[in-house]
């Protein structure tokens, strides 16, 4: 099978780590494809950033159908436009959150988030609120910027172990999900610290998809994913629109 990962934002060094973890799972005959998006935001800090980041997810999705892509994972811990993407194709779309909170729930009773920089507390608890889980997650924050990881990798994965040390001890998280497609690599060395599983989102989300390609499932079209109704769009989001046919006006 073949899977592209997109990573929402700007930073090719991020998209060059989202590959390698997805590769460390990828099974004999799984291609690896890692995207940056034609237009993106340098990180994803913020509501504002998850929003201008859409766009260029949903552009990616676009050429990757017209590619013979089987599969795509959203590599960034809010799951921007994850369901827009869904209603784009009928192949596979994963987030990363969503991925990795189904994983440690089967590992774990009590699940915290160790995320980046405390405005984004918010994004993610609505998040887990949307995927029916704030009754056993908790969101922790860090100091850390996104960029900050490519600019001092040791004191912001130093940051990051304190905070997940004080999930474990204060919170009684009993698994730990790492929000930043930047912590990748981080994963197994804090997990043998912790004592508690330590999932990191780019892995899980490229074993889902595997999993879901492996058994032949697709996006459901029957009513929430269907595909979106032929209209125009103007300006810079003139690509995703066309003009409804005939029989799209006698369905309607």
């Known amino acids: ?41 340098a990180s994803i800090e913020s509501f504002y950033d998850e929003y201008l980041c859409v766009p260029g997810i949903l552009n ?3 050429k990757g159908d017209e590619q013979g892509f089987d599969a795509y994972v959203i590599a960034c811990y809010g799951d921007p436009g994850l369901h827009a993407a869904r209603e784009m194709t009928d192949k596979p779309v994963i987030g990363l959150a969503e991925a990795s909170l189904y994983f440690a729930c089967q590992l774990a009773a009590r699940v915290a988030i160790v995320t980046i920089i405390p405005r984004f507390r918010v994004p993610v608890v ?57 912590f990748a690599e981080f994963a197994d060395s804090l997990e043998a610290e ?23 499932r697709k996006t459901s079209k029957y009513r929430t994913y269907k595909f979106p109704e032929r209209k125009a769009f103007t300006g810079l989001l003139q690509q995703f629109g066309s003009e409804p046919t005939a029989a799209d006006v006698a369905a309607e």
């Open 1 to 41: 099978m073949k899977i592209m990962i997109i990573n929402p934002n700007s930073s090719q060094d991020m998209t060059d780590a989202d590959a390698v973890a997805a590769r460390t799972v990828a099974r004999e005959g799984t291609e690896i494809v890692a995207v940056t998006p034609e237009y993106a935001p």
């Open 60 to 62: 990616e999705i676009r």
């Open 194 to 216: 912790l004592g508690i599983p330590v999932l990191d989102g780019v892995v899980c989300a490229t074993m889902m998809a595997q999993s879901i390609f492996e058994v032949g």
């Open 126 to 182: 609505d998040m887990v609120a949307g995927y029916g889980l704030s009754h056993k997650v908790i969101v922790r924050t860090t100091p850390v910027y996104v960029l900050d990881v490519e600019k001092d990798y040791d004191g912001s994965m130093e940051k990051l172990r304190q905070e997940c040390f004080r999930a474990r001890d204060e919170d009684d998280a009993e698994a730990i999900c790492l929000d930043c497609a930047g």
